[in-house]
């Protein structure tokens, strides 16, 4: 079976999944799985969860925008990798090796001097645009949910700075 029919993904649907918004529902359902404790509830997280390690990340590294190419790689699929990664990471404790990894390409190559995040990397090239919305406060939102999650599995202590 591919992953398409192990997840329920019919072809003509593949084009509307993107990372941003599968990882908001992921982040949704690992919200009403903290407060239901449903095993209904976890079993379609799980799902969800592997079919977006599997298709949305490359080499457990760079975050895909969509499962079937690497480019354009935008500063909002980066934040939403590393923010979905570090919540689910009290669930799947190896979904923190997703976030530090997609953190550490993400400070390499998307990431101005000035400290700003640029907004996508294509194969012709890079858009160093700083957008506000969808990088720069994503991206806050992310790390600041990186280092709580850091700080919870002991891999950093409170007053560490990244």
């Known amino acids: 079976r591919s992953d ?12 509307s999944i993107d990372h941003y918004h599968t990882g908001f529902v992921l982040r949704s359902l690992h919200s009403i799985c903290e407060e239901t404790r449903t095993p209904e509830v976890l079993e379609a997280l799980s799902k969800g969860y592997r079919f977006y390690k599997e298709s949305l990340f490359e080499d457990k590294t760079i975050p895909k925008l969509r499962p079937d190419s690497i480019f354009p790689v935008d500063i909002h699929s980066c934040s939403e990798a590393i923010l979905c990664m570090s919540t689910l990471s009290d669930i799947f404790p190896e979904a923190l ?63 560490h700075r990244l």
Not at 4 to 15: P, Q
Not at 125 to 139: E, N, Y
Not at 147 to 156: F, Q, T
């Open 4 to 15: 398409k029919d192990a997840y329920n993904i019919h072809e003509s649907n593949l084009e």
């Open 97 to 159: 090796e997703y976030a530090e990894n997609a953190f550490l390409w993400t400070r390499d190559n998307m990431q101005d001097e000035d400290g700003h995040f640029y907004y996508r990397l294509t194969n012709r090239g890079l858009d160093k645009t700083p957008f506000i919305r969808w990088g720069q406060a994503w991206m806050m939102r992310a790390l600041a949910n990186l280092v709580s999650a850091s700080v919870r599995e002991g891999k950093i202590d409170a007053k």
